[in-house]
């Protein structure tokens, strides 16, 4: 066994440490309020319920490793003292890995992820439709454990308003923990399914994806591509070009049979096959070749 003293490696290695050995970890799905008025969503996986009667749930957005700074997130709890936590479920997952793409201030990350805002009732923060569970909460605290890279700061919220989907619930009116599927964070890439185990989700781009937002309509409308698909697709950082989808098709006859084809659900669904094998790249051609190839 090695025995380290966490002040002798560099932040980056015993964080990685620490997120690896400590799992899993619930996810906080925190959308919160920006000076602008602008929504602001984003996960986090320091995050626990530490008290019943209060309701009192508690997450930590930690400073920047690499350059110290702080997330919006925090910018906007010490601000407005508001936040809503949004449960995270294996059907959301995708899309809200692409939500902790760090896009610049004033950028709508529900927009980005294509999650549905919805208005809360008691605090102003919208709360994510699509999240079983959504927790309306006062900020009651803020404490920073540090003021280097790494460091944390815990919110401690009071949850004021709690909304559950009825699907998630049993036969005697409790939250069945098969319906909710809820996801949780190990480490690196890792991610583990309560109901049935690990699975790897690539970590977002250092640059930044095009967004549910710059996806075509006719792929967002389509039937067979559900919210984690779209949340691959919008996790790329630019979008093939004219020749390189035309190289691609003349190289492969399957996708070239589908394409001679007007039914637009064939061709989704050859997609959806790059998708199903984190070919997002290759994904994007299909769905880009009908067009391309028939100007």
């Known amino acids: ?9 560099d932040t980056v290695k015993l964080q990685g440490y620490l997120q690896s050995a ?9 959308s919160t309020i920006g000076k602008n008025g602008v929504p602001n969503l984003s996960p986090f996986s320091f995050f626990n319920v530490f008290s019943s009667n209060p309701p009192i749930l508690v997450f930590s957005p930690a400073r920047r490793v690499r ?21 995270v479920n ?16 004033g950028i709508d990350e529900f927009i980005k992820s294509g999650f ?15 999240s079983p569970v959504q927790f309306e909460c006062k900020v009651i605290q803020i404490i920073p454990l540090g003021k280097e890279g790494g460091a944390g700061n815990l919110i401690l919220c009071e949850v004021v ?11 005697n009116g409790v939250i069945d923990q098969y319906k909710i599927d809820l996801v949780s964070r190990m480490g690196a890439n890792w991610y583990s399914r309560s109901n049935q185990g690990l699975f ?22 389509s039937p067979v591509f559900d919210g984690n698909d779209l949340g691959m697709l919008g996790n790329i950082e630019v979008l093939p070009t004219k020749e390189e989808v035309s190289i691609f098709v003349n190289q492969n006859f399957a996708v070239k049979a589908v394409l001679s084809s ?7 669904l050859e997609a959806k096959k790059y998708l199903l094998e984190n070919d997002v790249l290759s994904a994007w051609k299909v769905l880009l070749a009908k067009k391309i190839i028939s100007k």
């Open 116 to 130: 549905t805002p919805i208005p809360s009732e008691v605090v102003k923060p919208y709360r994510v439709k699509e």
């Open 67 to 87: 350059d110290n700074s702080v997330k919006h997130t925090l910018i906007n709890a010490e601000a407005n003292a508001e936040v809503v936590i949004n449960v």
């Open 161 to 171: 308003r709690m909304h559950i989907n009825e699907a998630i619930l049993n036969e």
């Open 200 to 221: 790897e989700v690539p970590k977002p781009l250092t640059n930044l994806g095009v967004g549910v937002d710059a996806i075509p309509d006719f792929v967002k409308n």
């Open 262 to 268: 007007d039914d637009l659900e064939k061709q989704h």
């Open 1 to 9: 066994m090695i025995s380290i003293d966490p002040k002798s490696i």
């Open 22 to 30: 400590v799992g899993p970890r619930p996810i906080a799905f925190a």
């Open 90 to 105: 294996y059907d959301m997952v995708q899309q809200t890995s692409l939500a902790s793409t760090e896009y610049a201030e």
